[in-house]
């Protein structure tokens, strides 16, 4: 089954950034309209961020408007989430989603999932 692969993981300092990134070799991402999600452990999978196919619409928790950014490169084939200003309650394994329709904050049945990329948060 298709999949998607995330990297850019890691450990961070509180206020410091990262760049997650997620591609796919088996799919060409530019049909797809994209989304970032989030679980820290013992917790539901929730919605951080969406983004049409073409880039012209995004979409945002409230908990990381103005500090996370998703942007696209159809070009290289490759979403991305930027995460500045970093909190310890950002922990969590960060998953990327695919679908052919724009994804809204209560999805979870969406077409193409990857397994995710842990973030921590820590001093």
């Known amino acids: 089954q298709a999949r998607l692969v995330e990297s850019g993981g890691g450990l961070v300092q509180p206020g410091g950034s990262l760049r997650l990134s997620c591609t796919s070799s088996?799919?060409?991402?530019?049909?797809?309209?994209m989304g970032w999600f989030r679980q820290a452990p013992g917790k539901e999978r929730d919605f951080v961020a969406a983004?049409?196919?073409?880039?012209?619409?995004?979409n945002y928790a409230d908990s990381v408007k103005g500090r996370f950014t998703i942007s696209r490169d159809n070009a290289q084939n490759t979403v991305y989430l930027q995460m500045n200003s970093l909190k310890p309650e950002d922990t969590a394994v960060y998953y990327c989603?695919?679908?052919?329709?724009?994804?809204?904050?209560?999805?979870?049945?969406?077409?193409?999932w990857g397994q995710g990329t842990l973030v921590t948060v820590s001093s």
């Open positions: 088996e799919r060409t991402l530019s049909g797809y309209n």
């Open positions: 989603a695919a679908d052919r329709f724009m994804i809204t904050p209560s999805q979870r049945n969406l077409e193409l």
């Open positions: 983004i049409s196919w073409n880039g012209a619409m995004t």
